[in-house]
């Protein structure tokens, strides 16, 4: 019997990407923030636009993005929970990371990934996570779940990561943390 390959995103899930690219906002543009609440990927509550403000994570400011942002809250221990039930069970489970970066800057998620020992035996980086041979994907993009659905994978595998801005989405799956998937993957 093979493993059950479960894919498990990086930024939203493992790493706070917004509150780091938060952080730089206000510090290079503090007059521009409009609310501390970020509701999305396009940060509507920044007075920029989004391919101006898209710059600082994709030019001006990667490394220290990709490699100092902090982790999501428990993200260590709820990784290191997983696995360790992973370990045991009598199905075998290998996590994979799949993750959406500029192919430029993936160094940047790499380093950040062995700096915190998450250390995945593959790291799939690409836009189109629903082409990765993967069973399972814990994702927090509402885009990357309408995408797992239009290319007709299995709706319940995929793994939605709550967060504020995808509380619209329809996921029949959707975890606060990561330890949560233990319930799913063992139905």
Known sequence: MGKVRVGIDVDGVLRDFDSKVMEIVKREFPDKVTSDIVHGWDFPNVNIDIKELS????????????????????????????????????TRYQFVCVTAQMPYNANHT??????????????????????????????????????????????TSFI????????????????????????????
């Open 110 to 155: 790499l380093y950040w990934l062995g700096k915190h020992n998450f250390n995945f035996m593959e790291v799939f980086i690409t836009n189109n996570k629903h082409t990765v041979d993967i069973d399972y994907l814990i994702d927090d993009s509402p885009k990357n779940y309408d995408k797992w659905i239009k290319n007709e994978r299995e709706e």
């Open 55 to 90: 710059k600082l994570w994709r030019e001006t400011h990667c490394d220290e993005i990709y490699r100092e942002a902090a982790l999501m809250p428990g993200a260590i221990q709820e990784f290191k929970e997983l696995r360790d039930w992973a370990r045991y069970s009598p």
């Open 160 to 187: 939605l990561f709550d967060r504020p801005y995808n509380q619209e989405c329809k996921a029949s799956n959707r975890i606060i943390k990561l330890s949560d998937a233990i319930s799913i993957l063992e139905n």
